[in-house]
């Protein structure tokens, strides 16, 4: 299944589980103008195909001590395979790191880290992530406020 074989219950369904993923069948059904068994079936149909991954629950950073949200930039001193997938391998270990992409451009990475405070980065970036082999240089950029944060891909 994908992105144009959605109909427009399948796309109700998405937008409504990103919203909250706790309801049951039953009220899914009834928001998205369904039956409960023909919901429960595009469900199951939607994670057999991919487009409905993991379940979770969004935690409040700030209540649980990782305020501070940075953005980093990584320059790699090699673009081998084999370098890449070391530090790939790494920053899929490092639990600070929320997401990773790597990019076009200057850069090779933007990173996402959340961290305690700044002495907490600042020990993640010195200690771990420039000691890297195959890390040449970073550049730190320290989220001031947060403006909009999503989860719901429009669908």
Known sequence: M????????????????????????????????????????RVKALEEAGVLLATVRLVDAIRVGRGVNVMCQVRMRSHAPDDRQ??????????DVMEAHSMS?????????????????????MQDLLN?????????????SQVKYTTALPV
Request: aromatic content about 10%.
């Open 2 to 41: 994908d992105n144009g074989r959605l109909d427009g219950v399948d796309r109700k369904i998405l937008a409504e589980l990103q919203a909250d993923a706790s309801i049951s069948h039953a009220q899914l059904a009834e928001r998205v103008g369904a039956s409960t068994a023909s919901c429960w079936r």
């Open 86 to 95: 070391a530090f790939e391998d790494f920053i899929q270990a490092a639990p």
């Open 105 to 125: 451009g200057e850069w090779d990475y933007l990173l996402r880290i959340v961290a305690a405070d700044v002495a907490g980065y600042e020990r993640f970036l």
């Open 132 to 144: 890297h082999p195959n890390v040449a240089t970073a550049a730190s950029h320290f989220a001031l």
